[in-house]
């Protein structure tokens, strides 16, 4: 499985920016998608995961309400909107894909848990 993350920037805070993350290879099992952050100096964060249905989508505390996770299953490509954005939203982008058993608990929070990551896209948020 290949991950393409694209779609990051430069904007002032309570921009939007809209990132894609394009899965390609054996796609025909079901994976979880998250997208992950990493701000400088910081360790990678979770951000938002969404099943395969994109019926269940999961975020973090402190993007719930401004980001939303999105999957285009023909296009085999999950987006994440994210809305008023903030200084402390500056970092690498990621996404990841991983087995449907990360749904157990909160598995889907933990980087470790996914097989699969792409290359991340810079955000840059400035105040």
């Known amino acids: 499985v290949q991950l393409q993350a694209s779609g990051g920037g430069l904007v002032q805070a309570g921009a939007s920016l809209r990132l894609s993350c394009v899965v390609s290879?054996?796609?025909?099992?079901?994976?979880?998608i998250g997208w992950f952050r990493q701000a400088p100096g910081k360790e990678r964060e979770f951000v938002a995961a969404?099943?395969?249905?994109?019926?269940?989508?999961f975020y973090a505390d402190s993007v719930k309400g401004r980001f939303t996770i999105s999957r285009d299953g023909a296009k085999n490509t999950v987006s994440l909107q994210m809305n008023s954005l903030k200084p402390e939203d500056t970092a690498v982008y990621s996404c990841?894909?991983?087995?449907?058993?990360?749904?157990?608990?909160?598995?889907?929070?933990?980087?470790?848990?996914?097989?699969?990551w792409g290359q991340g896209t810079l955000v840059t948020v400035s105040s």
């Open positions: 990841a894909a991983g087995p449907l058993t990360i749904l157990r608990g909160t598995d889907y929070k933990i980087e470790r848990m996914y097989n699969y």
């Open positions: 290879g054996r796609t025909d099992r079901g994976y979880i």
């Open positions: 969404v099943t395969p249905s994109g019926v269940s989508r």
